[in-house]
């Protein structure tokens, strides 16, 4: 039996296979990647590397086996077809008789466009009638602090989310849920909402972000159409930042908001707070 991870060298799947190397033995870990150089690093301490492309199913023949536990990470090509992209490997998995497969969604509350392919690909992971984990990640800290440059720059925070709040938790927490889930029993056909312990407003974010660097930075509130035409002029296509300023609209609505507590009940720890997140983004 082994563990498959897809997009093992992503953001995400780097903390995935790093923490699956603590639980299991390397040669039990398959990392599907679509560039073998960058995935060189965990050949070389026996994790096994599969070449394979969402776009391409004829890549995937062989990747799963049957028994095999796996996790589907969710493309990161926003306005493709994505849902066709994860039933490549929904398919392949059905076809080889996995055991298990895992996919990254998001919040069940979300109704943001953003939305509407990790639906489309839940409803196909549970058409194909395989045991399921649905981890529904809710908003990553670093989706924020990894996009401190302009904040810095013009000191101010600005977004389209009015006085809503946000459960965000680090992207290392959110991987530690999936190898829980990877390597424990019991999740099958399970739905997890997946949010930080404690959620927090862009005008508690400015406030810290102030207190961390000693400067005054301004919580900068916009409208959605506003917060559009910036992402826009920032270089973003019209149609991806209309979608991102769609979230802002879903967080002014509470659709962030994760209660559930089952994050830090999966991975046995409470979740990272932003506090941490950006002292962590300030010193790198």
Same mark, same amino acid.
Request: charged residues 20%; proline residues 3%.
């Given at each position: 039996?082994?563990?498959?991870? *897809?997009?093992?060298?992503? @953001?995400?799947?780097?903390?995935?296979?790093? $923490?699956?190397?603590?639980?299991?033995?390397?040669?039990?870990? *398959?990392?599907?990647?679509? @560039?073998?150089?960058?995935?060189?690093?965990?050949?070389?301490? $026996?994790?096994?590397?599969?070449?394979?492309?969402?776009?391409?199913?004829?890549?995937?023949?062989?990747?799963?086996? +049957?028994?095999?536990?796996?996790?589907?990470?969710?493309?990161?090509?926003?306005?493709?077809?994505?849902? $066709?992209?994860?039933?490549?490997?929904?398919?392949?998995? %059905?076809?080889?008789? +996995? !055991?298990?497969?895992?996919?990254?969604?998001?919040?069940?509350?979300? *109704?943001?466009?953003?939305?509407?392919?990790?639906? $489309?690909?839940?409803?196909?992971?549970? !058409?194909?009638?395989?045991?399921?984990?649905?981890?529904?990640?809710?908003?990553?800290?670093?989706?924020?602090?990894?996009?401190?440059?302009?904040?810095?720059?013009?000191?101010?925070?600005?977004?389209?989310?009015?006085?809503?709040?946000?459960?965000?938790?680090?992207?290392?927490?959110?991987?530690?849920?999936?190898?829980?889930?990877? *390597?424990?029993?019991?999740?099958? @056909? %399970?739905?997890?909402?997946?949010?930080?312990?404690?959620?927090?407003?862009?005008?508690?974010?400015?406030?810290?972000?102030?207190?961390?660097?000693? %400067?005054?930075?301004?919580?900068?509130?916009?409208?959605?159409?506003?917060?559009?035409?910036?992402?826009?002029?920032?270089?973003?296509?019209?149609?991806?930042?209309?979608?991102?300023?769609?979230?802002?609209?879903?967080?002014? %609505?509470?659709?962030?908001?994760?209660?559930?507590?089952?994050?830090?009940?999966?991975?046995?720890?409470?979740?990272?707070?932003?506090?941490?997140?950006?002292?962590?983004?300030?010193?790198?």
């Amino acid at each position: 039996m082994s563990i498959v991870v *897809t997009g093992a060298t992503g @953001n995400l799947g780097t903390f995935v296979v790093e $923490g699956l190397l603590e639980k299991v033995p390397a040669e039990q870990i *398959t990392a599907v990647v679509r @560039n073998e150089e960058k995935a060189a690093g965990l050949a070389a301490r $026996g994790v096994k590397i599969a070449v394979a492309d969402y776009s391409a199913p004829e890549t995937f023949d062989g990747v799963i086996s +049957a028994g095999d536990k796996v996790l589907l990470i969710s493309g990161s090509e926003i306005g493709n077809d994505r849902v $066709g992209q994860h039933k490549v490997v929904i398919d392949a998995a %059905k076809a080889a008789g +996995a !055991a298990l497969l895992a996919y990254t969604s998001a919040p069940g509350s979300l *109704t943001a466009a953003l939305a509407d392919d990790h639906r $489309g690909t839940e409803e196909a992971l549970l !058409a194909s009638g395989l045991p399921y984990v649905l981890l529904r990640n809710g908003w990553y800290n670093e989706n924020y602090t990894e996009q401190l440059g302009p904040v810095l720059e013009y000191n101010a925070v600005t977004h389209a989310a009015g006085e809503g709040r946000v459960s965000s938790a680090a992207r290392a927490d959110y991987a530690a849920a999936a190898v829980a889930v990877l *390597t424990g029993e019991g999740h099958e @056909n %399970k739905t997890y909402e997946l949010g930080g312990d404690v959620a927090w407003s862009f005008a508690e974010y400015a406030a810290e972000l102030s207190r961390q660097t000693g %400067k005054e930075i301004a919580n900068n509130a916009v409208s959605v159409d506003v917060f559009a035409g910036i992402l826009t002029g920032a270089g973003l296509p019209e149609p991806f930042a209309a979608i991102l300023a769609g979230v802002d609209a879903s967080v002014e %609505k509470g659709e962030l908001v994760v209660s559930s507590g089952d994050l830090s009940r999966l991975i046995g720890r409470p979740t990272t707070p932003i506090a941490d997140s950006i002292t962590a983004a300030l010193k790198a």
